[in-house]
C-alpha cells in the first residue's frame, strides 16, 4: 500500500533455510500495481514461518517416538533396568542405524538452529541441544565401532524426543504472528464509483487517482481522503477516529478512507489516494511500532547461552584433566561425554514451554488471548494503564439516559412513540431507543410513511398521528422556538432528541455512551496494585473529565487526535513508564502496538485484536487486573522451573566432571535418572499454575 525500499537483506529461518523478508517491511511495490489484499505479504510470510513449523516439531516428535522404542529395548543399561534381554548378534549395528536415523532427522531442527544461532552470534538452546545430541551420537558411534565405553544412543533419542515436544509446545503457543496490516487495508473497498464525462463509471480501486470525482453511495467504505463537493451524510468513523457517533458531511467537509458512509449520498474529490491517505498513515505507525518490538530474548535462551558455555568450557576442561592425570583416553571421553549429555537436561527444554502452554490454556479459557508471550510476561512489572473511552471503559453505544414528558404523555407512551418512528433508522439513537422499549417489554407500535430528514432526525406516522423524533437541529430548520433544557440535563455528556406529536413537543430523550460494568472495579483494584490509570480521548475535556472522575481514575488526555494516541503512549514511556494500553478501534492501533502492552478488548475491531498483545474476549475491564495477576503468577513458575532446572546442573555437572572421584563419580545412568526426576519436577510444578477467577 505504500512503497519502501527494502533496508534489511532478507535473512533465513534458522530451523529450516526458509528465506525470510524483515517482518513490519514490505516490497518496494506501489499500490497502484497491486490489490489491497497483497500488502500484508510480510505478515503472511511471517505466519508460513511459524506456522510452518508447528506441525513439522509435531511430525518429527512422532515419528522420533516410534523411532526411540526400539532404541530403549536394545539399550543394554534399559534391559538391565528392567530385567529383560533382547541381545542379539549385530544388535549393536541395529542401534547405531537407529541411533543415525534419529539423530538425523530427529535431530535435524537443532542442528540448523545452532547454524543459525552462531551466524546470528546468538548462542542459545538451540546450540546446547546441538552439542549434545552431536557429542552423545559421536561417541555411541564410536563405542559400536570399537571404542571401550558404554553407549548413549537412548538419552540422545529421549533427549531429541522431548526438546521436539518442548518446542513444539512453544511454538504452538507463539505461533500469533500479526494479520493487522490485512485487516487495516480491508477496510478499502475494491470498486469504486467515478464520475467519468458526466458518467457514473466502475473503476478497481488501484485505478483511483488524485482528483477523481467520487460517488459514495449509503453504506459504502470511502475509498480515499476526499473533500465533499456535494450531498449530506452521516460517515461512521468509529472504526478510525473513535468518535463514538455518526459524524456529519456535507459541501466543503472531509472524508477519510475507510470510513462507512450512512443513508445519504456523497460526492467527494479525491485528494488522498492509496499511500497518501489517513488510513496509510496508521499502517505505518503499526508497522514501525511493531518492529521496534521484536528484540526481547526469551529468559531461558539467556539460561541457556550461559549453560552452553559453561558445559563447554567445563566438559573441555573434564577431558583435558582427566587424560592427563590418567592417561585413559576412553575414560576422559566417557566423562566428557557425561558431563554434556547431563548438562543438557530436558527440564530445561520443557520448563518454559510446559509454563506457556499451560498458562495459554488457561487464559484462553478465563477470556484472556494472549498473542505476544513476551508482552504477556512485562505485565508483571505495568506502572501506567492508558485506557481508551468509547468502546474501552463505556459501551460505545449509546444508551437511553432521560425520558422527561413535557406534556400529558407518560414516559412509556413517549418510548414507545419514539421507538416506532425510529424503528426504520439505523441510527445509534435509533438503536438505543429500541434496545430501552424491548428491555421494558413494551410493544412496538407501526409505523408508516417513514420520513428520514438528513442532519435532523426522522419523522412518520403512528397510530394516525404525525410523529417527529428529531435534534435540536429541527427548531433551526423550521424556525421555531425551542423548549428550555431541563437542569437535570449534562449537556456536555448527553445527546437531546426530542419527540413531537402533530407538531407539539411531547417529550425529551436523553442518550449517553454508558460505562461499562465492571469499569468502575477495575480501575479501583488497579489503584490497590499501585498501578495508574489514565483516560485517552478525542472526546472533549468535559465529557473525558466526566467520565475520569466518575470512574476515579489518575487522569485524562482529550482531544487527543487518532494519530497522535502513539505519541501520548510514547511520552508515558519517556518519563520510564511502562505503559499498557487498552483500546477497541483501529485508530488504537498505532498506540497498542507502540505500547510495553497492547490490550484490545474483544468487541473491538479486528485490527485492534491483531494488533494487540492481549485481547480480553468478555471485553470485562477487571479480566485487566486478572491478566496483570495473572501475568506475576505465570513468571513466578517461569523462574521456579528455571531455578530447579539449572539447579538441577549446579549440583548434576561436577558430579559428571568426577570432582568427587574416587568417592564417588555420577555414572550415565545416575545422571539420566537426576535428568528425569528433574523433568518430573518441572512439569508437576508448571502443572500447579493457577488462574485467579475473581
Known sequence: MHPQVLKDEPGKCPLCGMALVPFGKTSGHNHSHHKHGEHQGSADQHDKHEGHHTPDFLKRFWISLIITIPILALSHMIQEWFGFNLKFTGDKYVLFALGTLIYLYGGMPFLKGMIGEIKAKAIGM??????????????????????????????????????LLGHWLEMLSQMAASRALQTLVA????????????????????????????????????????????????????????????????????????????????????????KDTYLNKVINLVQDAQSAKSNTQNLADKVAKWLTFIAIGVGVGTFVYWYNSSGD?????????????????HALGVAIPLVVAISTTLSATNGLLIRNRTAFEITRNLTTIIFDKTGTLTEGSHAVQRVIPLDSFTEDEI?????????????????????????????????????????????????GKEVVAAGPNYFTENKIEKPTIPSEIDQDTETINYVFIEGKVIGIITLADRIREGSQDAIRQLKEM???????????????????????????????LPHHKQEKVKEF?????????????????????????????????????????IILVNSDPRDVVKMIDFGKRTYRKMIQNLIW???YNVIAIPLAAGILYPNFML???MGAVLMSASTIVVAFNATLLKLNRK
Open 415 to 463: 418510548i414507545q412513540y419514539a421507538a416506532a418512528v425510529q424503528q426504520n433508522s439505523e441510527h445509534h439513537i435509533a438503536k438505543g431507543m429500541i434496545k430501552l422499549l424491548k428491555e421494558k417489554e413494551l410493544q412496538l407500535w407501526k409505523s408508516d410513511h417513514f420520513q428520514y430528514m438528513q442532519g435532523i432526525g426522522v419523522k412518520g406516522t403512528v397510530n
Open 573 to 613: 514511556q519517556a518519563k520510564g513508564e511502562i505503559v499498557a494500553m487498552t483500546g477497541d478501534g483501529v485508530n488504537d492501533a498505532p498506540a497498542l502496538a507502540q505500547a510495553n502492552v497492547g490490550i484490545a478488548v474483544g468487541s473491538g475491531t479486528d485490527v485492534a485484536a491483531e494488533t494487540a498483545d
Open 187 to 274: 477496510l478499502l473497498p475494491n470498486e469504486v464509483t467515478v464520475e467519468r464525462d458526466g458518467e457514473a463509471v466502475k473503476i478497481k480501486l488501484e485505478e483511483l487517482v488524485n482528483n477523481d470525482i467520487v460517488i459514495i453511495k449509503p453504506g459504502e467504505k470511502v475509498p480515499a481522503d476526499g473533500d465533499v463537493i456535494d450531498g449530506l451524510s452521516y460517515v461512521n468513523e468509529s472504526m478510525l477516529t473513535g468518535e463514538s457517533v455518526p459524524v456529519k458531511k456535507e459541501a466543503k467537509s472531509t472524508v477519510i478512507a475507510g470510513a462507512i458512509n450512512g443513508d445519504g449520498a456523497l460526492k467527494i474529490k479525491a485528494t488522498g489516494v492509496g
Open 645 to 647: 532446572a539449572v539447579g
Open 667 to 669: 555414572s550415565p545412568a
Open 329 to 345: 583416553m576412553a575414560f576422559a571421553l566417557e566423562r566428557m561425554v557425561t558431563l554434556m549429555v547431563t548438562a543438557c537436561p
Open 126 to 163: 538451540m546450540t546446547l541441544v546441538a552439542i549434545a545430541i552431536s557429542v552423545a551420537y559421536f561417541y555411541s558411534t564410536a563405542v559400536v565401532f570399537g571404542l571401550q565405553g558404554m553407549d548413549f544412543y537412548w538419552e540422545l533419542a529421549t533427549l531429541i524426543v522431548i526438546m
Open 530 to 560: 499501585g498501578i495508574k490509570s489514565f483516560l485517552l480521548t478525542g472526546d472533549n475535556e468535559k465529557i473525558a473529565a466526566s467520565v475520569s472522575n466518575k470512574l476515579g481514575m489518575d487522569g485524562f488526555l482529550a482531544n487527543v
